[in-house]
């Protein structure tokens, strides 16, 4: 295990090349909130059209307290078979009810978890993205912690499931090795946000360096407007990605500034295959 004196002393000595390799093990995918579908499989069909490697399907929120919209196995079902149509697979669930119930203080939260994994599991997805911003970040020392201690639990679970929990917040690099590695579990690891990161001020180049490719299960890339222009340092992240093997997805979180869903969208991917080729 790194030490937090260690990781640091890690960002200092990390190289940048911004011509390094691309990631050639990369592969593009998106969530369904970025088609405007969340929840909903015809977002199978518009990434086939986009040529994205995958989709990430959003749980939805309970309107119950107890369910889950996606426990349904008719709309599981709906899923499975867009993606056996459209040749995409579903690479990861999002369990967004974590903005709701906080994992770090709210008793309901490890069953909207243990509800996730079970769905996750369902629709042959490998990962479930815990989600920890805003009201339920666990930024001070104690509320990481106590979060640790319930994820070792339920990783535990997931790892019978064959599902590995991506945790994804707005701690910073050292705090994400330590819990990762206090959980110690190949069932869960780092969900690296490169937005989300770059926003809080982290050096998001130097920390993906850092935390290497056996801690980061996935990445979400996004910036404030289209990629390319603005304050996310994509060729730096890039040439990271590429310089510590990783293999695997990226899916992208963009927005769409000139509201219309599928240009806004292709012109994202553009930009990030003009960078990989």
């Given at each position: 295990?790194?030490?937090?004196?260690?990781?640091?002393?890690?960002?200092?000595?990390?190289?940048?090349?911004?011509?390094?390799?691309?990631?050639?093990?990369?592969?593009?995918?998106?969530?369904?909130?970025?088609?405007?579908?969340?929840?909903k499989p015809?977002?199978?069909?518009?990434?086939?059209?986009?040529?994205?490697?995958?989709?990430?399907?959003?749980?939805?929120?309970?309107?119950?307290?107890?369910?889950?919209?996606?426990?349904?196995?008719?709309?599981?079902?709906?899923?499975?078979?867009?993606?056996?149509?459209?040749?995409?697979?579903?690479?990861?669930?999002?369990?967004?009810?974590?903005?709701?119930?906080?994992?770090?203080?709210?008793?309901?939260?490890?069953?909207?978890?243990?509800?996730?994994?079970e769905i996750?599991?369902?629709?042959?997805?490998?990962?479930?993205?815990?989600?920890?911003?805003?009201?339920?970040?666990?930024?001070?020392?104690?509320?990481?912690?106590?979060?640790?201690?319930?994820?070792?639990?339920?990783?535990?679970?997931?790892?019978?499931?064959?599902?590995?929990?991506?945790?994804?917040?707005?701690?910073?690099?050292?705090?994400?090795l330590y819990?990762?590695?206090?959980?110690?579990?190949?069932?869960?690891?780092?969900?690296?946000?490169?937005?989300?990161?770059?926003?809080?001020?982290?050096?998001?180049?130097?920390?993906?360096?850092?935390?290497?490719?056996?801690?980061?299960?996935?990445?979400?890339?996004?910036?404030?407007?289209?990629?390319?222009?603005?304050?996310?340092?994509?060729?730096?992240?890039?040439?990271?990605?590429?310089?510590?093997?990783?293999?695997?997805?990226?899916?992208?979180?963009?927005?769409?500034?000139?509201?219309?869903?599928?240009?806004?969208?292709?012109?994202?991917?553009?930009?990030?295959?003009?960078?990989?080729?």
């Amino acid at each position: 295990m790194l030490t937090r004196r260690t990781f640091v002393g890690s960002l200092a000595a990390a190289p940048f090349a911004l011509h390094a390799a691309s990631p050639k093990g990369l592969k593009i995918a998106t969530m369904d909130l970025v088609f405007r579908m969340a929840g909903k499989p015809e977002a199978v069909a518009m990434a086939k059209k986009l040529n994205l490697a995958g989709v990430q399907v959003t749980l939805g929120r309970s309107t119950d307290g107890t369910t889950l919209p996606l426990e349904d196995k008719a709309r599981q079902a709906a899923w499975l078979a867009a993606s056996k149509e459209h040749g995409i697979p579903l690479n990861s669930t999002y369990i967004d009810m974590l903005h709701n119930d906080c994992l770090k203080d709210n008793s309901k939260a490890p069953m909207w978890v243990r509800k996730g994994i079970e769905i996750t599991k369902n629709l042959g997805a490998p990962v479930l993205m815990m989600v920890f911003f805003g009201k339920c970040a666990v930024i001070p020392r104690a509320e990481l912690d106590y979060t640790i201690g319930l994820c070792k639990e339920l990783a535990a679970e997931a790892e019978k499931a064959g599902v590995i929990l991506g945790f994804e917040n707005t701690s910073n690099g050292a705090d994400n090795l330590y819990a990762v590695d206090k959980v110690n579990s190949k069932a869960f690891k780092m969900w690296y946000d490169v937005g989300n990161s770059t926003f809080n001020g982290y050096d998001v180049p130097a920390e993906i360096r850092a935390l290497g490719k056996d801690r980061i299960c996935m990445f979400h890339f996004k910036d404030k407007g289209y990629l390319g222009e603005g304050q996310v340092k994509f060729p730096e992240i890039l040439a990271s990605i590429a310089a510590i093997n990783f293999e695997g997805y990226a899916n992208l979180e963009t927005t769409n500034p000139s509201g219309d869903v599928e240009a806004d969208t292709q012109r994202n991917i553009d930009y990030l295959k003009r960078l990989m080729a």
